[in-house]
């Protein structure tokens, strides 16, 4: 063999095995907490259409789970110690990045300054979460569902042309949601619309009879129709709190569309599937090096009406023309 092809056969076996060599890129750990989903629903292939969003986003930008992308899931039946302790655990395990659905954001933010969080919340300037919404500063962005008052009173406003007769209004929510954020935004929105509001209050874990009884005291209260707050735990008890309201007879409003295939009356909602896929461009930034606290925190501008013409006619209510023409999804 000539000398120069040795050399040559050498170098190219040497170039070879220091490729092989090369160590595969490190796989990184997302985290995903919500205390009122099950981390069933917490998988590319989801009944819950959101999450599958989030995955089909996720997989798009480069990262599949069981593959470079390791998936860490805290949900419903992992709160057996109370929130505060799972979140410390999540924390202790220190993933590159945690997604939180709902309440706990700021839990995390009383833990650590440093793991980086990507939230679904509502307003995060009135939870103190974050400095300002084009510059979050700190290790928390994320998207919120939450437009302050104005959701709500628009809401109320589209609730009363089907039902004029709405004299007092009974608010379903978690106590803990109602506490932080959206009692101070439904009171703000009672005062300017000048309509009372009896708040209905669950406590987490919930269960049947805890819808039970919080919906029951709904007549008891005076009210004449009913207000679902948005939020993960009434989604996944969605087809109970539509049976539930169905047997008091009052109108109601809700908070998801899903509500309204199942026979809910009618929904004002903000678009999940757009949120769960920022959320997505969130983590995938972070992944690549971004600092959450310079990620803007996205506030949501889309939302959809949907109305049951079926339960309208059940409840004896006439659905004007031009709500119907303004209507997203009408289900007959």
Do not use: C
């Not at 170039?15 to 595969?24: D, E, K, L, N």
């Not at 069933?40 to 989030?54: D, I, K, P, Q, T």
């Not at 959206?182 to 619309?193: K, L, M, N, Y």
């Not at 819808?211 to 969605?238: C, F, H, K, Q, W």
């Amino acid at each position: 063999m000539k000398r120069r092809e040795f050399i040559a056969g050498v170098f190219s076996v040497a170039a070879t095995t220091g490729v092989a060599a090369q160590p595969a890129p490190k796989a990184r750990r997302l985290a995903i907490f919500s205390l009122s989903e099950s981390t069933s629903l917490m998988v590319e292939r989801s009944e819950n259409r959101y999450y599958r969003a989030l995955f089909t986003e996720l997989r798009r930008l480069g990262h599949v789970v069981g593959e470079n992308l390791i998936l860490e899931r805290y949900g419903r039946e992992n709160n057996t110690s109370g929130p505060a302790a799972l979140v410390r655990e999540v924390v202790r395990n220190q993933p590159d990045v945690i997604y939180v659905v709902g309440f706990g954001a700021s839990l995390f933010k009383s833990e650590t300054t440093t793991v980086p969080i990507v939230a679904l919340t509502g307003d995060p300037l009135a939870q103190a979460l974050i400095q300002s919404l084009a510059r979050p500063g700190g290790n928390i962005t994320g998207v919120s569902v939450d437009t302050g008052p104005s959701i709500h009173g628009k809401r109320i406003a589209l609730l009363r042309e089907v039902f004029p007769s709405l004299a007092k209004l009974a608010y379903l929510t978690i106590r803990l949601q109602w506490d932080t954020i959206q009692g101070p935004a439904v009171r703000a929105t009672s005062e300017i619309t000048r309509l009372p509001i009896a708040s209905l209050l669950l406590d987490l874990p919930t269960s049947d009879a805890g819808y039970r009884g919080a919906i029951s005291r709904a007549s008891s209260e005076g009210a004449n129709a009913i207000m679902v707050g948005d939020g993960p735990d009434v989604l996944v008890n969605r087809a109970l709190i539509v049976d539930l309201i169905e047997r008091t007879r009052l109108p109601a409003m809700y908070p998801f569309r899903e509500f309204v295939e199942l026979g809910g009356l009618m929904a004002y909602s903000f678009d999940l599937v757009e949120l769960n896929k920022r959320v997505a461009n969130d983590i995938d930034a972070i992944l690549r090096g971004a600092n959450p606290g310079e990620i803007p925190y996205y506030q949501a501008s889309k939302f959809e009406l949907s109305i049951n013409l079926k339960t309208a006619k059940a409840l004896d209510l006439a659905v004007p023309k031009s709500l119907l023409a303004s209507a997203d999804q009408v289900f007959e």
